[in-house]
């Protein structure tokens, strides 16, 4: 048993831990390929190719690169750096930034929650192709759409609802008869959550090691898929339609950037929660900044150069942009690609390298959500066995799986992921920008200008965001904007005329007069959390050498990536009322709004949270050390072993005041 033991040991090593007693990653490279797999999947060798397709043209590139350089990487710079600094899951972070903020962190680990469970559906689909692609000749040659929806999803059609005459109201809701579950699907499901029990149970010590393998075998094969696909006849043809088109036209829709955004979402994997997660397992000191620009860079390269496979197939099937066939991520997998390598030489050879490398992309995103969740646990019960955990949670997963291996799995997994992404996660990485750069320290502002004051910017600010984009869309885009912008700009002058003159020094451009002194505690002190989340950050992940968050972070994150979301999640509401005819699609509606349940149950009720967070930590959101004070470092994430279970109530008192 001795030798089994030490085996084991060697393949699935436990976790080695930090000074702090939390388990720590066994080297910053396993960090970053964990993180950096959380990010590339499906959505970088799928969604990616057929959101650009569908917006053909290099204006693409447009509202793509501004999503990922104004939110994406703020965002994900927020999200490390607190996971690493306040060393715990999304809830214990985001209750260190405030104690009323626990809902926000609970809202992204809800976001992975529901995306988990369809998602390993959508791997079980692959694995039947694989399955499949040892058959000679491929079973899906010249019947790929049958192929995909009769044999693959084996959902039953559903029956077709209505609307009056005017559009008004709903005569008939679209009805689902198909109510059995698929064998196979529950089989490959189960298949799949097992390699994910297997990646995640020992902690990051394992994980660690199963990226270089999710990692790096899928690139490889990769690089040999698009050397592949390029050389197909005509593959230059769709090669220009992403790279030497332009369009123009595409940018005064809506649809270009609300798509960009999703998938800047969906592909860098910002507001799903697992981020925050891994960072905490980090060494303290880490360099926050440089890894998550690492991080989204590698992400945006990876996507970029990956779609060349699909672009080469484009060409090569003389499929045309806007000749009235839309792309999905979908029929991309398992349609166009499919259909090209039947028409290769060696096709089950592609085919198989093709479905493997799906499958091994797909798992290592679909552990790490589900590693947010158990981090949240073993956060909030550090005693609990970790290998329990992990197994309770991947169980209870799996349950959630089983209604999307149904008959009718197909169009529930399309009306949640829809609803998810466009109300539930767009609204949560909203909330992150504003909440962290609203509510921490906000007394320190109180304190010098006064509450009126304080009230009075902030009214004007979420006021203008919101009817703004509600005028946007019932007048116009140029009302809206006039009427946001005016909101905020009365609600600043308000501010300044209510507020009392500040005893503390700001910056010296801004300490000129009381006026300027007035703004600068008003709109920028914590409204842009110019002096203070991010010094205070800095403090630990911008030590020594390390990359410190710069000054211009805070207001990309409040005044630039807030607005734009606010933007793009306004589209939602119309898509829906199209849409309101569908079950599926009303209950993936409802859910999306779950998560702005959670955060303003989170910032109503803080003390309902409380049981996610151990005891000695639940009073770390209530901050109360003066304007202009920096938090030392020891006292912003001095967790004192709360993971080896030796935290005093003194030092727990001590992070309190």
């Known amino acids: 048993m001795g030798t089994f033991a030490k085996l084991g040991h060697i393949i699935a090593p436990k976790s080695s831990q930090s000074p702090d007693g939390r388990d720590q990653w066994p080297s910053r490279a396993a960090f970053l390929l964990a993180s950096m797999g959380g990010c590339a999947g499906m959505g970088n060798l799928l969604r990616y190719p057929s959101q650009t397709f569908n917006n053909h043209g290099l204006q693409w590139f447009i509202p793509y690169l501004m999503c990922v350089f104004l939110i994406a990487i703020p965002v994900l710079v927020l999200e490390i750096a607190i996971g690493q600094a306040y060393r715990g899951g999304c809830v214990v972070a985001y209750n260190n930034i405030n104690h009323r903020l626990k809902g926000t962190g609970l809202s992204l680990i809800f976001v992975g929650t529901v995306v988990s469970p369809y998602f390993v559906v959508n791997l079980a689909w692959i694995m039947k192709y694989f399955r499949h692609s040892f058959q000679s000749p491929l079973p899906w040659t010249g019947r790929s759409d049958e192929f995909y929806m009769q044999d693959v999803v084996a959902n039953v059609d559903p029956i077709p609802g209505a609307f009056s005459a005017d559009g008004s109201s709903v005569t008939q809701y679209v009805q689902y008869p198909g109510v059995a579950v698929i064998g196979e699907t529950v089989g490959w499901a189960i298949f799949t959550w097992f390699l994910v029990w297997v990646s995640i149970f020992r902690g990051v010590g394992l994980t660690g090691r199963v990226v270089y393998f999710t990692m790096g075998l899928p690139i490889v094969v990769t690089f040999i898929l698009i050397g592949r696909s390029l050389s197909l006849d005509n593959a230059a043809r769709g090669v220009r339609y992403f790279y030497a088109t332009w369009n123009g036209s595409q940018l005064a829709k809506g649809t270009i950037w609300q798509t960009a955004c999703g998938q ?215 009302a809206g904007a006039g009427v946001g912008f005016g909101i905020f700009l009365a609600g600043l002058v308000g501010a300044v005329l209510l507020g009392k003159t500040p005893d503390a020094a700001a910056p010296k451009l801004w300490n000129k007069s009381v006026v300027s002194s007035r703004i600068w505690f008003i709109a920028f002190y914590s409204g842009m959390q110019g002096n203070q989340l991010r010094r205070d950050l800095n403090e630990i992940v911008g030590q020594g050498r390390n990359w410190k968050i710069p000054a211009f972070w805070a207001p990309l994150v409040r005044y630039i990536a807030a607005p734009t979301l606010s933007i793009v999640y306004s589209f939602s509401y119309p898509s829906f009322y199209e849409l309101r005819n569908d079950p599926l699609h009303i209950f993936g509606f409802a859910v999306g709004h779950i998560a702005l349940v959670l955060i303003g149950a989170g910032f109503i009720a803080p003390r309902w949270f409380d049981m996610l967070i151990p005891p000695p930590r639940r009073n770390e959101g209530h901050h109360d050390f003066g304007a202009n004070a920096l938090v030392p470092a020891d006292d912003v994430a001095s967790t004192s072993s709360v993971e080896a279970g030796n935290s005093s109530d003194q030092e727990a008192k001590k992070r309190s005041v």
């Open 264 to 478: 800047v979402f969906f592909s860098t994997g910002v507001g799903f929660g697992y981020f925050t997660s891994y960072a905490s397992y980090n060494q303290k000191y880490s360099n926050a900044v440089m890894d998550s620009i690492m991080i989204v860079s590698s992400n945006v390269l990876f996507e970029n150069v990956a779609a060349f496979i699909v672009y080469g197939v484009i060409g090569f099937l003389g499929i045309v942009p806007g000749g009235g066939e839309r792309l999905g991520s979908f029929v991309v997998g398992f349609i166009t690609l499919p259909t090209a390598v039947t028409q290769m030489p060696g096709a089950n050879f592609w085919a198989v390298m093709l479905f493997f490398t799906l499958m091994v992309l797909g798992y290592s995103s679909a552990f790490a959500m589900v590693d947010a969740i158990v981090t949240l646990i073993m956060d909030a019960h550090p005693r609990f066995n970790r290998a329990w955990v992990v197994t309770a949670v991947v169980i209870t997963f799996f349950c959630l799986t089983l209604p999307y291996c149904t008959e009718f799995g197909f169009y529930l997994l399309d009306g949640v992921d829809r609803w998810i992404n466009d109300v539930g996660l767009v609204f949560v990485v909203w909330a992150e920008c504003v909440t962290s750069t609203t509510l921490y320290r906000w007394r320190d502002v109180v304190g010098q200008v006064g509450l009126p004051a304080f009230l009075t910017f902030n009214g004007g600010f979420f006021g203008g965001m919101v009817l703004g984009v509600t005028i946007a869309q019932a007048v116009s885009p140029v």
